[in-house]
C-alpha cells in the first residue's frame, strides 16, 4: 500500500521558514515525478513545485527565487524548503506522486497519490 506522509508544517511570521518533508513507502519514486500542492481556504488546489524523476523542477511563479524542492531517491523522500514566507503562503500543503514511471505533469488531477496534508500558516 503506497503511502505519502508530510511533516513539517506550522506556524510561522512573515519572513520566515520552514521545510517540508515527504516519506514515501509502498514502492519507489525514483523514476517517477513528484510534487507539493497547496490549497488555501475557499482556493482550489494549486501547484508549488514539482520535481522530476533526474531533478529538473518547476515553479509556480510566486514562490521562485524563495522555495526550493528537493528529493532523496535513496530515502524516498521529497523536501520544500520554504524561505521569506508571506501570509499569502498559508494553507495545506500535499505531497503528491505520478503513478506512471517517466511521464511528466503538473496538473494535480494527474497525480494518483497524495499525502494527507499538513498546514503551513503565515502571520503577517
Known amino acids: 500500500q503506497v503511502q505519502l506522509v508530510e511533516s513539517g508544517g506550522g506556524l510561522v511570521q512573515a519572513g520566515g521558514s520552514l521545510r517540508l518533508s515527504c516519506a514515501a513507502s509502498g514502492r519507489t519514486f525514483s523514476n517517477n515525478v513528484m510534487g507539493w500542492f497547496r490549497q488555501a481556504p475557499g482556493k482550489e488546489r494549486e501547484i508549488v513545485a514539482v520535481?522530476?524523476?533526474?531533478?529538473?523542477?518547476v515553479y509556480t511563479d510566486s514562490v521562485k527565487g524563495r522555495f526550493t524542492i528537493s528529493r532523496d531517491n535513496a530515502k524516498n523522500m521529497v523536501y520544500l524548503q520554504m524561505n521569506m514566507l508571506e501570509p499569502d503562503d498559508t494553507g495545506v500543503y500535499y505531497c503528491?506522486?505520478?503513478?506512471?514511471?517517466?511521464?511528466?505533469?503538473?496538473?494535480?488531477?494527474?497525480?494518483?497519490?497524495w499525502g494527507q496534508g499538513t498546514q503551513v500558516t503565515v502571520s503577517s
Open positions: 503528491a506522486a505520478k503513478r506512471e514511471m517517466l511521464v511528466f505533469s503538473t496538473t494535480s488531477g494527474e497525480y494518483q497519490y
Open positions: 520535481i522530476t524523476w533526474s531533478g529538473h523542477t
